[in-house]
């Protein structure tokens, strides 16, 4: 049953905000799925974090979302936000001026309960996919000082190295939610993260093997949602295009 | 042997992945960008009827060889169509990977695209749209042009736009292959990252702003031809069947 109680208390003066939140529990065969109705008082500066906590402590107790670090760092609070994947701690609820605002889990993940979904298994999926860690024949002697590193190839490296696993760029993805296999661009950023460091010795025809496919860079239909929507504003657009061609000229 | 191989495994015979995604992708961006430039050049040329009947004849026999041949050949824009109709059943054989093919994949396209209301992703979903309406549309189009070559002028035209009724068909296949290649030239320079000069996201607003001013041009352009050659065919539709005389030919009483 929709729930419609108002907060009066002490931010009387806020505009009301009408929230729809889809409540479903999959574990549970009772539990349908439904979009229910929960009314606040906007707070100054109010994000979805402080929206949905206000909801979960006054209004719905049973309510699940996820939040950790509440400063899009962790990118565990990623969420369908009138359609569009964002991250929850870092979307204002001024962003919507009608004052309606329709939350859903993200598509692509497995849905745990309400907004919270697994993203974890699936980037696992994709880490081991890529294969996600260095390449290098000769054994590491950690005894000894690191060999200096060029600093543009460093800064190439730790530009790509900032993706936060959030999933959006996957949620995003028409190609991703048609084709469960599809690596997704966090895969294809990984794939671009790794050629870029000097660290890895693998090479593009190595790289083939892992996303030389039409479930890897030869499926993405490069509508550009992942790069539009990326929270931390990778390049996208851009490493998906260079591995594209690099990966297309493989012998 | 190897093709046994790769048919079961997807792998060669030296146990490496299969080159042919790569191939694949590769080719329906070339015969997509050949598609788009000829879908260009075509729109300019079939327009020449803006400027006179007298410019578009002209043009016509230029194509059937009226520079180096002493009579003109339509046969040569028969062989012309033939290659276009061929890059273009490669192109459609090679695009539908893309496809949604099951209900599910449909209504999951379709709901993500209406919800999120991204450009580039309602975008796609017009091409493979437009892609669809095409296999209908545009092989009629080529077919006509493959099989009856002698009848392109400004009056043949016409009348097969008036009096044949395919004035319909083109209305629909004018809005159908604008979109389509207009955000399929767009799309080629986002994928390989072709065009877009060093400041790829730059690059990707300024290319977007110029395939909505080419989708406008060519609608524009496309359609006031089609209703100039409409008009001249309702004005020839008592005369059907005559073709056009240039006034130079008329003056010697020579007709084409």
């Not at chain 1, 929230?19 to 100054?44: C, G, M, Q, V």
């Not at chain 2, 352009?221 to 030919?249: C, D, F, K, N, V």
Request: glycine share 8%; proline share 5%; hydrophobic share 40%.
């Amino acid at each position: 049953m929709p729930k419609t109680k108002i907060i009066t208390s002490d931010q009387s003066e806020g505009r009301e905000l009408t929230f729809e939140i889809l409540k479903y529990n999959p574990t549970d065969p009772e539990s349908k799925p439904h979009l229910a109705t929960y009314k606040i008082r906007e707070t100054p500066g109010m994000t979805l974090f402080v929206a949905l906590n206000m909801i979960r402590e006054d209004l719905d107790p049973d309510l699940a979302f996820d939040f950790v670090c509440r400063a899009g760092i962790c990118g565990s609070c990623g969420m369908m936000v009138n359609g569009k994947p964002l991250l929850a701690c870092r979307t204002r609820t001024a962003d919507y001026p009608e004052g309606k605002i329709r939350l859903m889990p993200m598509p692509a993940f497995e849905l745990i309960k309400d907004l919270s979904v697994i993203t974890g298994q699936w980037m696992d999926r994709m880490s081991r996919r890529v294969e996600s860690w260095v390449h290098k024949q000769e054994e590491r002697n950690y005894s000894r000082i690191e060999a200096p590193v060029e600093p543009d190839r460093a800064d190439a490296t730790f530009e790509l190295d900032r993706c936060i696993e959030c999933g959006i760029c996957v949620a995003a993805c028409a190609t991703a939610l048609m084709r469960p296999d599809f690596v997704g661009a966090v895969g294809l950023n990984r794939i671009a993260r790794f050629e870029a460091d000097p660290h890895d010795e693998r090479n593009d025809a190595d790289f083939y093997e892992l996303v030389g496919d039409d479930a890897g860079i030869f499926g993405c239909m490069s509508l550009l949602s992942c790069e539009d929507h990326c929270p931390k504003n990778l390049p996208l657009q851009e490493k998906i295009a260079y591995m594209r061609r690099k990966l297309a000229s493989v012998k | 042997m190897s093709d046994l191989i790769e048919g079961y495994l997807g792998k060669r015979a030296d146990g490496t992945k299969s080159r042919m995604p790569a191939l694949l992708d590769r080719w329906q961006s070339i015969t997509g960008l050949i598609l788009g430039l000829f879908i260009i050049g075509h729109m300019f040329f079939t327009s020449s009827i803006l400027l006179g009947k007298e410019a578009m004849y002209k043009e016509t026999k230029l194509f059937e060889g009226s520079l180096f041949l002493e009579k003109p050949e339509p046969a040569l824009v028969s062989i012309a169509a033939a290659l276009i109709f061929l890059v273009f059943i490669v192109h459609a054989g090679l695009a539908m990977r893309k496809f949604p093919y099951k209900y599910r994949e449909y209504k999951m396209l379709k709901t993500h695209a209406a919800h999120m209301g991204h450009t580039d992703t309602i975008l796609w979903m017009l091409q493979a749209g437009t892609g669809f309406a095409m296999f209908f549309l545009g092989s009629a189009h080529l077919w006509t042009m493959v099989a009856i070559p002698d009848k392109i002028g400004p009056y043949a035209s016409a009348d097969r736009i008036y009096s044949e009724h395919y004035g319909v068909l083109y209305a629909l296949l004018i809005a159908a292959v604008v979109i389509h290649a207009m955000v399929g030239l767009y799309r080629l320079s986002v994928k390989w990252g072709i065009a877009v000069g060093p400041r790829p996201r730059a690059g990707r607003r300024r290319n977007k702003k110029m395939m909505w001013g080419a989708i406008l041009f060519f609608s524009l352009m496309a359609y006031a031809a089609l209703a100039t050659y409409w008009q001249i065919g309702r004005e020839h539709r008592g005369s059907y069947g005559e073709r056009y005389t240039p006034s130079a030919m008329q003056n010697r009483g020579d007709v084409l």
